[in-house]
């Protein structure tokens, strides 16, 4: 079956520039979550979306960024007047509906760059 | 502030030999742990995980022991093999689903 998908998988970008990141999450996974892997570093969580609840946006740097998910399904994370700092990678990941969903099943990511 | 640390950044281990992975927290919280493995270009595969009411979760080559005393935990494979190779992340979470990474280790299996 089809997995996570991300597009583009790169993007170069000049500084002060918006970008749009795009997720589709497989199919009737109920959670959705956007973390970022800058270089030699951890995977940093974003922001996560469980259902029709209001999103978790706790990891977001900074108000330059955000997020939406359409219909339950596809996410769109948008960075406006992008930055040199925000040069990462972007992964996208989704859990099946359940009490004990905390394996996430990630997308290839988006790799960023910011001149 | 690091609330889940793989102190190790670099490991390389011979073939068939048991390969040892480290990992540290903070967050007496956490209640779920997970391993991750992540090659170049593509996104992190689930590996195993464990509860916070086990010590020990095995799965093929593939085994992780928590010690919650010392808020430590590792995964070990054995026997090694080259398609091994990879970055491994360690992730925790504290009932909700968000996972707190760690750095991850490269792991290197040399023939």
């Known amino acids: 079956g089809a997995g996570v998908s991300q597009s583009p998988s790169n993007k170069v970008t000049e500084k002060g520039k918006d970008v749009e990141l795009r997720c589709d999450p497989i199919?009737?996974?109920?959670?959705l979550y956007w973390y970022r892997q800058s270089l030699g570093q951890g995977l940093e969580f974003l922001i996560y979306?469980?259902?029709?609840?209001?999103?978790?946006k706790s990891g977001l740097p900074s108000d330059r960024f955000s997020a939406e998910r359409t219909g339950g399904s596809v996410s769109t994370l948008t960075i406006q007047r992008t930055q040199q700092e925000d040069s990462a990678v972007y992964l996208c990941a989704s859990s099946p509906p359940g009490p004990l969903n905390n394996e996430q099943f990630f997308g290839p990511g988006t790799r960023l760059t910011v001149l | 502030d690091q609330q889940v640390k793989q102190n190790s950044p670099s490991l390389s281990v011979q073939e068939g030999r048991i390969s040892i992975l480290n990992c540290d927290y903070t967050?007496?919280?956490?209640?779920?742990f997970l391993w991750y493995k992540k090659y170049p270009a593509e996104g992190p595969t689930f590996l195993i995980s464990i509860s916070s009411i086990k010590d020990k979760n095995e799965d093929g080559r593939f085994t992780v022991f928590l010690n919650k005393s010392a808020k430590h935990l590792s995964l070990h494979i054995v026997p090694s093999q080259p398609g091994d190779s990879a970055v491994y992340f360690c992730?925790?979470?504290?009932?909700?689903?968000?996972?707190?990474f760690g750095q991850g280790t490269r792991l290197t299996i040399n023939p």
């Open positions: 199919s009737g996974h109920t959670a």
């Open positions: 992730a925790a979470s504290a009932g909700a689903q968000k996972l707190v």
């Open positions: 967050n007496s919280m956490f209640d779920y």
């Open positions: 979306f469980q259902g029709n609840s209001a999103p978790d």
